[in-house]
């Protein structure tokens, strides 16, 4: 399988050194605004979009996270309803009620991506949560 662009998930993780970046903290308080998670450079595949929901968000309106980049805020992560449960989600790029993005397509450039929680009327006074990515270099690796 080795470094081929068409590789399946499976022989993506066999083959590469998977990464995982550290976990970004999102809170009430950060309503509205994008907040940077990590950049995926040039050539790499994101996986994986974790999100451990650790007190749910109390808006009167709807509460959704989205996890992006600068010009498409939702291209991973589009609309997670974090009003309710806690624990881990690990969105394996499922995105828009399931439909899944092509988890081979590699990154064109150096690629910074951000979490955004968007409280509906922007009156939460409660909620906390994580975002982590899973990628792999655009790299064989070394045996």
Do not use: C, H
């Not at 022989?11 to 809170?27: F, H, K, P, S």
């Not at 992006?68 to 989600?89: E, F, I, K, Q, R």
């Amino acid at each position: 399988m080795g470094n081929k662009q068409t590789d399946t998930r499976d022989a993506l993780i066999e083959n590469r050194g998977v990464q995982m970046t550290d976990y970004v903290n999102v809170g009430f308080g950060d309503d509205g605004t994008a907040v940077y998670v990590a950049t995926i450079p040039k050539g790499a595949v994101l996986l994986d979009v974790i999100v451990n929901l650790t007190a749910v968000f109390d808006d009167s309106g709807t509460d959704y996270l989205t996890v992006g980049t600068a010009l498409n805020p939702d291209a991973y992560v589009d609309d997670l309803d974090v009003s309710s449960g806690t624990g881990v989600s690990v969105l394996s790029m499922a995105r828009d009620a399931g439909t899944a993005l092509v988890p081979t397509v590699p990154m064109t450039a150096d690629t910074p991506i951000y979490a955004q929680y968007d409280g509906q009327n922007s009156n939460s006074t409660a909620g906390a949560l994580t975002v982590s990515l899973v990628w792999v270099p655009n790299a064989v690796k070394a045996p």
